[in-house]
């Protein structure tokens, strides 16, 4: 046993391109783009330990490593996709724990194994999710572009994981984001102490304020929910609000999921029966991605008591 930072990277849009190519020809296209995140990840220090039909599984004895290998993955990808018709488009993403584990017959075990393969899940096109554990082992001299999305559920865990979204866009540069990796580790609320207690969600024409105190409130297509968002893509029920120990978490209750961008970036959380911690004000996307520029996007910002 070793404790080890663990990388799950898969490929989504792998069905289109069975569409699109038959099966002889898009399984020839996955086979190489597996094998390329493989060697790319061999020359970071990474171990590949198997490919898993459109995803890779790769071991790395340290967290920065696997930090630069995720990071030249998306952008090489992002660059040689970019005029590809989007049949044809695979899409990268990534997730990574670290933690104990144990390599044997050809495989690995252990809870990192399986929390860096729910991060995947969780972790939207072009995007990297990081457990808090994979940030605290980067050196302190580090320079790591990461946003703490805060405690999140996990689908198969009883407690809550620290989540954190490591940017890789050559254009995010702002301070805000590139620190030391040893401060991205410190506690996950850093806004002034002045902390906003009320809520405002806007779609259409429609929009509604909601202090702490009034929640949980659920968006969806039900007249009974406190924010009706009609689609029929939107769930009666489609998603809940609620405020805890001084935090507004949104949670994903729906058919089709529930997409969550924040003002500062144009990386995407995407939440299927999950839930993520509204840090900043930002885009809800209920039924599909912001990919489709027809779905119903709720727009949220915080305020101040007064305000309310």
Request: aromatic fraction near 8%; charge should be negative.
């Amino acid at each position: 046993m070793a404790e080890l930072t663990v990388v799950f990277a898969d490929l989504t849009g792998s069905t289109a391109l069975f569409e699109a190519l038959g099966n002889a020809k898009a399984t020839q296209a996955i086979t190489r783009l597996t094998q390329w995140i493989g060697q790319v990840c061999k020359n970071h220090g990474g171990h590949v330990v198997k490919y898993l039909g459109d995803g890779v599984l790769i071991l790395f004895q340290e967290s920065r490593h696997a930090v630069e290998a995720s990071s030249e993955l998306h952008r090489v990808h992002h660059d040689r996709i970019r005029n590809w018709p989007d049949a044809l488009k695979m899409r990268l993403q990534v997730g990574m724990a670290r933690g104990d584990v144990v390599e044997q017959s050809g495989d690995c075990y252990g809870d990192a194994v399986n929390l860096a393969s729910r991060l995947s899940d969780l972790s939207g096109s072009e995007q990297t999710l990081a457990s808090e554990a994979v940030i605290r082992q980067l050196p302190d001299d580090f320079m790591v572009r990461a946003r703490c999305l805060g405690p999140m559920v996990i689908r198969g865990r009883t407690e809550l994981c620290v989540v954190h979204r490591i940017e890789w866009q050559d254009e995010v540069l702002s301070e805000l984001f590139t620190m030391p990796a040893s401060l991205m580790a410190l506690p996950l609320d850093r806004r002034d102490e002045a902390k906003p207690v009320c809520i405002e969600l806007s779609w259409l024409d429609i929009s509604a304020r909601f202090t702490a105190a009034a929640l949980p409130v659920f968006l969806g297509r039900d007249a009974d929910a406190q924010f009706v968002v009609q689609d029929p893509r939107v769930s009666r029920k489609h998603a809940r609000i609620e405020w805890r120990s001084g935090k507004f978490y949104l949670e994903d209750l729906s058919s089709y999921g529930t997409w969550v961008r924040f003002s500062d970036s144009k990386a995407v959380v995407a939440l299927r029966r999950q839930e993520c911690v509204l840090m900043l004000d930002g885009e809800i996307a209920l039924g599909a991605s912001f990919e489709d520029f027809t779905v119903p996007t709720v727009t949220f910002r915080f305020l101040e008591e007064t305000a309310a």
